[in-house]
């Protein structure tokens, strides 16, 4: 799927100048199936983690994957502005960036597994590691196994991991292990209520979307995912325009002044995660502690040094700095919203990411025209944006620490 969708944005990235000069339809036709390429690969890559992942790294690869994303935003704003400026012009940004999706895709073809069972180049210790920790039985957590029974291909398996598929019940006050079919995934049941085990059999036949829409841990996703989005895409669209407008900036800085926040976004990403793993694992911190926390870091942060930009800093190097700083702050996100659902449905972590992307793409539309909108009427004030962005992602920090949960409650 993964690859599906790399190579379909690849193919409309190249198409994106021919169908500009063909006309307005035919781009606007080009984009939207861009844009169908793109909307599947976080989801996918979700799914990927949930299954070669175990919990205790699961952070860790959220934040760099993640971090990864802002690199890319790192790069592409002074290569973008570089090939503008060259003879190659605009049809050059998507010309090359076509060529890095190609490199990608094959890349990915040959060097890519849907789970590390099927993968030929996985150590036996690696694979052990990852099977011990997806069967291991936890006093806190539902766990499943992501693993089919196409485990009984692979040669010379540790015969302790073998033997944790076989069925067992066990029958305490804390813990079941339960197998209902040959082909159904384990599922570890610690203190679990008739509704989670109800859940359990409602999705033989796909995603139980009834289920998804009906846990307020779900929601807590969304309605926060749009809130973060709403003022994420004001911020990626309009702070060039800012900057110009607000501060004069020059132009031809632009480009690489306004990458520095997502470098400091991509780099901070990467010891977030590292952070969020160190206080499960060593310091038994509770998870939707964590989740909670991370949040409140992420959007307070970002929030209150974009005020500050917005009505402190009297140079451009002043808001940049400010915003920057709070950009960092934002990276606690990759480990509070942007983890949640591999805590609460972790085998359906791709679908409800993709669910809550799209609650963020609305959101994106809505903000950017409305941004437009607000400075046409207002005669351009910034302020008014700033404050509009920070209530929204304050907004859902709040419903996100009321909702938030740490258990599956969808298996």
Not at 82 to 99: A, D, N, Q, V
Not at 136 to 148: A, P
Request: net charge negative; proline share 3%.
């Amino acid at each position: 799927m993964l690859l599906t969708a790399a190579a379909l944005w690849t193919v409309f990235t190249f198409l994106t100048p021919i169908t500009a000069k063909c006309g307005v339809l035919h781009l606007i036709l080009c984009r939207i199936f861009l844009g169908i390429g793109e909307g599947a690969c976080f989801p996918s890559i979700h799914s990927l983690i949930s299954v070669w992942f175990p919990p205790e790294e699961r952070s860790r690869a959220v934040g760099t994957i993640t971090s990864s994303s802002f690199i890319g935003t790192m790069i592409a704003m002074p290569v973008s502005t570089f090939l503008i400026s060259s003879p190659f012009g605009w049809e050059g940004i998507f010309f090359i960036f076509g060529i890095v999706g190609c490199i990608w895709s094959v890349t990915w073809h040959f060097l890519g597994a849907s789970n590390p069972v099927d993968y030929p180049s996985i150590s036996k210790e690696e694979l052990s590691w990852i099977l011990k920790h997806d069967c291991e039985i936890d006093q806190k957590h539902l766990r499943f196994s992501q693993f089919e029974s196409s485990i009984s291909r692979v040669e010379d398996i540790d015969p302790e991991i073998e033997s944790s598929r076989i069925i067992a019940i066990e029958d305490n006050e804390n813990t079941r292990l339960l197998k209902a079919s040959h082909d159904q995934k384990y599922l570890k049941v610690g203190n679990t209520s008739n509704e989670t085990l109800e859940s359990s059999n409602l999705n033989k036949g796909g995603i139980p979307w009834k289920l998804v829409f009906s846990r307020r841990e779900i929601w807590a996703i969304l309605v926060t995912q749009f809130c973060n989005s709403f003022g994420y895409y004001i911020m990626l669209n309009w702070l060039p325009t800012y900057y110009l407008d607000h501060f004069g900036l020059d132009i031809n800085k632009l480009g690489y002044l306004a990458v520095l926040p997502y470098v400091s976004q991509g780099i901070m990403g990467l010891v977030v995660g590292i952070i969020g793993d160190y206080l499960v694992n060593k310091l038994n911190v509770r998870v939707i502690t964590i989740r909670r926390g991370a949040q409140i870091i992420g959007s307070f942060g970002t929030s209150i040094f974009l005020l500050f930009a917005a009505y402190l800093a009297t140079t451009p190097l002043e808001g940049i700095l400010l915003i920057t700083i709070g950009n960092s702050l934002g990276a606690f996100l990759f480990i509070g919203v942007h983890m949640s659902q591999l805590d609460i449905a972790p085998k359906y972590a791709g679908a409800i990411w993709g669910l809550g992307n799209t609650f963020g793409v609305i959101a994106g539309l809505l903000g950017v025209a409305l941004t437009g909108l607000i400075l046409d009427i207002t005669a351009n004030n910034w302020n008014f944006i700033w404050n509009l962005v920070a209530l929204s992602s304050l907004t859902g920090t709040v419903l996100f620490v009321l909702w938030v949960g740490d258990e599956v409650v969808i298996s």
